[in-house]
């Protein structure tokens, strides 16, 4: 019941004074007993929002592919931890899995490591991999994964932790929070708060200038180059957000596919904000581990074989099907701005004393 978070905020902020966007994404999203994941599966044309794997089995399918490639360029590890964070209802895992079975000594060698908070995406995710015979592990962060060579993937994980906003305004930087009025309603606000010196891009940002930070993230991809560089293996990080860092308010809330307030009903929609993937790969070199890219999806996907993989689905199908896999050929790849392929990038992390992996062999990190 979302009355009950708003209620629970509205008491925090009377105690604690103004609180932070990233500490409401977190309460929103997370919240034990309120939070949107941890009360739902939000996928789907009924649900929310559609993710990649949910669009077509191609898209877990060739991360598989990948993964089986990033795991050759490892010189072959057995066991391997195969670590999905974020993995929703498990489809992209499960699609993965079962195109592994090209590689039966991959498939063999692989170790699932799931990393998820939700109770109820957890048993869809054990639903969903029950058919794949392989054991399964979850976990409450990346922290519980157990030490060795690993291979990680996380697609629209990152989006959904916290970020911090801030706006310039009259010369100064204020901290965007979240306040209470007169009749205990949640509103957005701004109180004074400098930006720290290292998160500034210039020193004279336009007035109503936005900039969001996000710790969170950062810690997250510092933990995943920090295990990377000390154990080996490869990560794919898969999201929608921008190469380089800039300005710009880019925080969202999405219910029912549609857009809808940020402080509307918290705990009843998704809570998002774009990656930076300039912070992101920042963070895994100085764990000392090597980024690639980012590369648009589209590309990516298409240098893994999207068309041939789309062709051979086909097969001597009806025709109504393989229309419906052109169409999620479009989704996945397409540059238009309702379709994935330009506004969702890959960014690829592997240990430095691996070859690149692909698609970026030949590359120097
Ligand atoms: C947008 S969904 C993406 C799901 C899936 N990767 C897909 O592509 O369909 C975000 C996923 O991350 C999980 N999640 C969100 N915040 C998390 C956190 N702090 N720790 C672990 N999992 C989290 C959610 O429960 C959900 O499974």
Known sequence: MSGGLEREIAEIVAADGPMTVARFMELALGHPAHGYYMTRDPFGAGGD?????????MFGELIGVWCAQAWQTMGTPDP????????????LMADL???????????????????ETSPVLRAAQKAALEEAGVAVHWHDSLAGVPDGPAILVANEFFDALPVRQFVFRNGAWHEVVIGIDGDGGLFLGVVPHDLPEDERLDEAPEEGAVLEIAPARRAVAHEIGRRLARWGGAALIVDYGHAARDYGDTLQAVRGHDHVPLLDRPGES???????????????????????????????????GLTARAEALKGGGEPDMAAEIDAAVARLAGRGETEMGSLFKVLVAADRRLPPPYPFTGATS
């Open 49 to 57: 929002f559609v993710t990649a794997p949910e669009v077509s089995q």
């Open 80 to 91: 391997v931890r195969l670590v999905e964070l974020g993995p929703g209802r498990g489809t």
């Open 97 to 115: 899995l079962r195109a592994a079975r090209i590689m039966p000594v991959f498939r063999k060698a692989i170790e699932v490591h799931l990393v």
């Open 270 to 304: 998704d809570i998002t904000s774009h990656v930076d993937f300039a912070d992101l790969a920042a963070a895994l070199a100085r764990a000392g581990t090597a980024p690639y890219g980012p590369v648009p999806q589209g590309d990516f996907l298409e240098s893994l």
